[in-house]
């Protein structure tokens, strides 16, 4: 009898993986039934301008310009509606449409390092057309490109719903869903372009001029019993943007909403029937959630999410230059305080921040700023002009990208650390802010 050598047994264990359908040991697959409604995320529409009228601009190279219209409407002006911009942009830079100089821009911008395993440089249809203008009622009208392929003159022309009417009404979805249509779009993902026919609603902005588009559409698995919605973070791409998840058990039965503070994001850990899950992402190409499953062992385990350690990072601070590491900080409360330009509750925030760092000590209390990326000389202006004597570090000075580690995706947005390294609440602003930390730190009464 011939011995079964060692590199045999390997490969009849990777083949009994990929016959299970798992890659890694730890790693769990489920698949996904995809749901045509807004189920239990918020609805989130998106704006869509009308195209630049300078041609000479880069994002009028990009967008998309149908050759006609359909009959019945008059002032016309053309826009596109994007569902994957990372995409678009880096399928436009390889095609010659933008220039070296806005591609990096852009990326700068974005805090974004391209993945070229996740994108294509060919064309894919990440763009839908679409025509605005008034009907002879004078009333407004738009015509969507939905066969996506740049002829608007067989397309239905309707009356999109008011946007603040959407949100004003007692039930936003069904008010949502009295324009939704159906759009064929492309999506890049494994390596290749797949298309995808996407309920859409569309409603508008008279204040404004602004189209926006919500995709009514997500995805579910189950695991357990329990069911997990899962659903593209930003546009309709996981790979780009990573997703948002919900559990059943979390839906609350008089609104059948999940509330912002349990929605959980690519990274984040679940707890079902004492199982710990880490949501890994999903892979498009077999419509599979992928999940790990964690140890239950006395090792820290890193997350976002309040009762678990906070990621470590290290930066620069702004104005010194000096190394910031959030290890320095061990054995005090910290409060990672993330701001950009432009924003107008983190500038009226600062006094807060002020008021609480004067009634602290430095032993017991520090605060970090991360700022997202922008005009050093304003973000100089800032600090002065605010007065912010805290540590500040610009976010790109970290190379594990703290925005995108820290799943950071609006502003302000804040994290109280403990001193032994773990989150112990999320987005304290204002009083409630100020009266928990002086509380911890037993600092009451120090005015």
């Avoid at 998309?64 to 019945?72: C, D, M, S, T, Y």
């Avoid at 006094?351 to 997202?372: G, M, N, Q």
Wanted: aromatic share 10%.
């Amino acid at each position: 009898m011939k011995p079964f050598r060692l590199h045999q047994i390997c490969i009849a264990l990777m083949l009994l993986y990929a016959a299970s359908g798992c890659t890694r040991p730890g790693e769990i697959r489920l698949p996904l039934s995809e749901k045509a409604e807004f189920g239990p995320f918020d609805i989130a529409f998106k704006g869509a301008a009308v195209n630049p009228e300078n041609e000479s601009s880069p994002w009028y190279r990009l967008k998309l310009h149908p050759a006609n219209a359909p009959e019945g409407m008059s002032g016309i002006e053309y826009g596109s509606l994007d569902t994957d911009i990372k995409q678009s942009v880096y399928q436009g830079f390889h095609s010659g449409l933008v220039s070296p100089e806005f591609y990096q821009a852009l990326q700068d911008a974005w805090v974004w390092e391209p993945d070229t395993t996740l994108l294509s440089q060919a064309h894919v249809k990440t763009m839908v057309a679409f025509a605005i203008g008034k009907n002879e009622a004078g009333e407004t009208v738009v015509a969507v490109d939905t066969d996506n392929d740049l002829d608007l003159a067989d397309e239905k022309i309707f009356v999109p719903a008011d946007i603040d009417s959407i949100y004003g009404s007692g039930d936003p979805d069904s008010a949502a869903t009295a324009n939704i249509i159906d759009i064929y779009v492309e999506q890049f993902s494994r390596g290749k372009k797949k298309g995808l026919t996407v309920p859409t609603s569309i409603a508008y902005d008279s204040g404004r001029g602004y189209i926006f588009a919500a995709f009514a559409t997500y995805s579910e698995a189950v695991y357990k019993g329990s069911r997990i919605a899962v659903k593209p973070l930003q546009d309709l791409s996981y790979d780009n943007y990573g997703l948002q998840a919900v559990l059943s058990d979390d839906i609350y039965p008089a609104t059948g909403k999940v509330p912002w503070e349990k929605m959980l994001y690519s990274g984040d850990i679940m707890d079902i029937d004492g199982d710990l899950l880490r949501i890994k992402g999903v892979d498009t190409k077999d419509n599979a959630l992928i999940l790990e499953r964690i140890p239950h062992s006395g090792t820290d385990i890193y997350s976002n999410q309040e009762g678990f350690k906070a990621y470590p990072f290290n930066g620069k601070e702004f104005s010194s230059g000096h190394g910031i590491s959030l290890e320095d900080y061990r054995g005090k409360y910290v409060l990672l305080d993330f701001w950009a330009l432009g924003c107008g509750p983190c500038l009226r925030e600062f006094s807060v921040l002020k008021e609480l760092y004067s009634r602290t000590a430095r032993d017991r209390f520090e605060i970090i700023s991360i700022i997202c990326p922008g005009d050093s000389a304003s973000i100089t202006d800032i600090i002065r002009e605010y007065g912010l004597v805290w540590p500040q570090v610009m976010a790109d000075s970290d190379s594990r990208n703290i925005i995108g580690t820290y799943n950071v995706t609006y502003y302000p947005a804040t994290f109280l650390i403990g001193p032994d390294g773990k989150i112990i609440k999320k987005d304290l602003r204002g009083q409630a802010l100020v009266d928990k930390v002086l509380a911890l730190t037993g600092e009451t009464d120090k005015e």
